[in-house]
């Protein structure tokens, strides 16, 4: 059953051109949706058929609709969902320090990270958190190479010393 005829009153400049030139010059993934949107709805196609198109539900459709009616086109733009976020338990200068101290090489593990993050702050995070903190701050683990089990160490170090014979090439 198909609903009731889509009635919009677009703004002036709100053109079908306009708007694809919107759309196809924008490069954030969720504003160029809903541009793409707006710019089929122009077009003269029902929310059924935009929401499809831009793969999403149909209430979304309709809820974009609504803040462009109520504010226009800039207000549809720069409609953020999802809120804030949590609050940081540390400040934007602690994480600064922790990311400086990580970097200079001062612990080997996260654990050692989340302890003197504790000692040093009075804060403390579960391993997750830790693990979520340490990827915000673009902290990377440092991880041993592998050994295979039947490496000869000691052959290596006469290798890396330059005592290993010279290798033959087929072009002499």
Same mark, same amino acid.
């Given at each position: 059953?198909?609903?009731?005829?889509?009635?919009?009153?677009?703004?002036?400049? +709100? $053109?079908?051109? !306009?708007? /694809?030139?919107?759309?196809?010059?924008?490069?954030?993934? /969720?504003?160029?949706?809903?541009?793409?949107?707006?710019?089929?709805?122009?077009?003269?196609?029902?929310? +059924?058929?935009?929401?499809?198109?831009?793969?999403?539900?149909?209430? $979304?459709?309709?809820?974009?609709?609504?803040?462009?009616?109520?504010?226009? &086109?800039?207000?549809?733009?720069?409609?953020?969902?999802?809120?804030?976020?949590?609050?940081? *338990?540390?400040?934007? $200068?602690?994480?600064?320090?922790?990311?400086?101290?990580?970097? !200079?090489? =001062?612990? *080997? $593990?996260?654990?050692e990270i989340g302890r003197w993050i504790t000692d040093t702050y009075g804060v403390?995070? =579960?391993?997750?958190?830790?693990? +979520? &903190?340490?990827?915000?701050?673009?902290?990377?683990? @440092?991880?041993?190479?592998?050994?295979?089990? @039947?490496?000869? &160490?000691?052959?290596?170090?006469?290798? /890396? /010393?330059?005592?290993?014979? &010279?290798? %033959? %090439?087929?072009?002499?």
């Amino acid at each position: 059953m198909a609903g009731p005829h889509f009635v919009m009153a677009w703004a002036a400049e +709100d $053109t079908e051109a !306009a708007l /694809k030139a919107r759309y196809r010059a924008e490069t954030e993934g /969720k504003r160029r949706m809903r541009l793409q949107g707006f710019w089929l709805l122009r077009q003269g196609q029902g929310v +059924d058929e935009v929401a499809a198109a831009v793969g999403v539900h149909r209430r $979304t459709v309709d809820r974009w609709v609504a803040w462009y009616r109520a504010a226009g &086109l800039a207000g549809v733009l720069a409609h953020r969902q999802g809120g804030v976020g949590q609050v940081p *338990r540390l400040t934007a $200068t602690q994480q600064e320090q922790v990311g400086a101290e990580v970097a !200079a090489g =001062r612990f *080997r $593990t996260a654990t050692e990270i989340g302890r003197w993050i504790t000692d040093t702050y009075g804060v403390s995070y =579960r391993p997750g958190g830790l693990q +979520d &903190l340490l990827r915000r701050l673009r902290c990377h683990p @440092k991880v041993p190479r592998p050994l295979h089990e @039947k490496a000869d &160490l000691a052959a290596q170090e006469v290798w /890396k /010393k330059g005592a290993s014979p &010279l290798p %033959s %090439s087929p072009h002499r």
